[in-house]
């Protein structure tokens, strides 16, 4: 089984940048495991990823969105909004929410 996982991701310019690092800290802290489980990146719109993770391996892909404080001498905030076990439910929802943060 999978889990969609909804983040937000500041600051805006760095997308890609933040979310390959959050798939490197996750490869680092699972090593072997990585085997049984997979994360993906499934949508990108805007600041917002979906990203598709195994359900056991869910708990490690939040454990990486805390550790990611900084890249490149610049603040970083990785904000989990959403998990749903489908993605129709995720697709309507990355539209439909508000964003968190106004400032950062």
Same mark, same amino acid.
């Given at each position: 089984m999978a889990r969609y996982v @909804?983040?937000?991701i500041y600051p805006e310019d760095h997308v890609d =940048?933040? =979310?390959q690092e959050v798939i490197n800290t996750f490869k680092k802290i699972l090593g072997l495991r990585i085997i049984r489980?997979?994360?993906r990146?499934? /949508? /990108?719109k805007g600041? *917002? +990823?979906v990203l598709k +993770?195994? =359900?056991n391996l @869910?708990?490690?892909l939040r454990a990486c969105t805390i550790l990611i404080r900084q890249i490149n001498d610049s603040r970083v905030v990785i904000l989990t909004v959403r998990i749903s076990g489908t993605i *129709? /439910?995720?697709y309507v929802q990355l539209d439909s929410i508000p964003k968190l943060l106004t400032k950062v």
């Amino acid at each position: 089984m999978a889990r969609y996982v @909804l983040v937000e991701i500041y600051p805006e310019d760095h997308v890609d =940048t933040i =979310t390959q690092e959050v798939i490197n800290t996750f490869k680092k802290i699972l090593g072997l495991r990585i085997i049984r489980g997979y994360l993906r990146v499934v /949508k /990108k719109k805007g600041n *917002r +990823v979906v990203l598709k +993770v195994s =359900t056991n391996l @869910l708990p490690y892909l939040r454990a990486c969105t805390i550790l990611i404080r900084q890249i490149n001498d610049s603040r970083v905030v990785i904000l989990t909004v959403r998990i749903s076990g489908t993605i *129709r /439910k995720i697709y309507v929802q990355l539209d439909s929410i508000p964003k968190l943060l106004t400032k950062v």
